[in-house]
């Protein structure tokens, strides 16, 4: 049975950072496609970040872009998304995905991933 399990979120001033983590219980963490999503009060969930399999390859969200790496560690089954240079519209809450195989059509869309999550809020001050 997957499990994932976000953590790190809280408040924060503008211009800071972050860092939040997702821990993932099953054996096969390693196979999984990650990913992290966001939604805001009022707003639809919307894609933040992914990372593949190995971590070779990263996708953004032109809004994070440059601002928020994403980091996994397969012998620890977590992946880190490091939020830098927050902004008052980063604050939504965070969630943690994955996408197991066969995996999904595209990283940035929320009908790839399988499993969520319950999320972590994310609160940035002005």
């Known amino acids: 049975q997957v499990q994932l399990v976000e953590s790190g979120g809280g408040l924060v001033q503008a211009g800071g950072s972050l860092r939040l983590s997702c821990a993932a219980s099953g054996r096969t963490f390693s196979r999984w496609a990650m990913g992290w999503f966001r939604q805001a009060p009022g707003k639809e969930r919307e894609f933040v970040a992914a990372?593949?399999?190995?971590?070779?390859?990263?996708y953004f969200a032109d809004s994070v872009k440059g601002r928020f790496p994403i980091f996994r560690d397969n012998a620890k089954n977590t992946v880190d998304l490091q939020m830098n240079s927050l902004k008052p519209e980063d604050t939504a809450v965070y969630y943690c995905?994955?996408?197991?195989?066969?995996?999904?059509?595209?990283?940035?869309?929320?009908?790839?991933?399988?499993?969520w999550g319950q999320g972590t809020q994310v609160t940035v001050s002005s």
């Open positions: 990372v593949n399999w190995s971590g070779g390859s990263t």
């Open positions: 995905a994955a996408d197991t195989p066969p995996y999904g059509i595209t990283p940035w869309g929320s009908s790839s991933y399988d499993y």
